[in-house]
């Protein structure tokens, strides 16, 4: 099982990013996919989720109108779209496989750092 985050970067205020996360070794279009984020000296959060199919997601408040969550399901990836970044927004970010049936289980990437910052 492997996850493999990419995109991460330096962006100055109000740019854009777009991180990648390419999966192999599961099923990768039964799982739930999730972004999570963590800045230096707090805990990691969940920032957006995609159902498997890609027919529902959710969002952070905080991230909410600016980060798009997306999947290929035939390129078993998955994408996070961030717009109008602001220096909070500062943090490693890790994709997270889930799937949740007929047993728990969860694949962790190994982060990709994002760094907003004039």
């Known amino acids: 099982v492997q996850l493999v985050e990419s995109g991460g970067g330096l962006v100055q205020p109000g740019g854009s990013l777009r991180l990648s996360c390419a999966a192999s070794?599961?099923?990768?279009?039964?799982?739930?996919m999730n972004w999570y984020r963590q800045a230096p000296g707090k805990e990691r959060e969940l920032v957006a989720s995609?159902?498997?199919?890609?027919?529902?997601?959710y969002y952070a408040d905080s991230v909410k109108g600016r980060f798009t969550i997306s999947r290929d399901n035939a390129k078993n990836t998955v994408y996070l779209q961030m717009n109008s970044l602001k220096p909070e927004d500062t943090a490693v970010y890790y994709c997270?496989?889930?799937?949740?049936?007929?047993?728990?289980?969860?694949?962790w990437g190994q982060g990709t750092q994002v760094t907003v910052s004039s």
């Open positions: 997270k496989a889930t799937i949740r049936s007929p047993i728990v289980r969860e694949h």
């Open positions: 070794g599961f099923t990768f279009s039964s799982y739930v």
């Open positions: 995609i159902a498997s199919t890609g027919s529902s997601t």
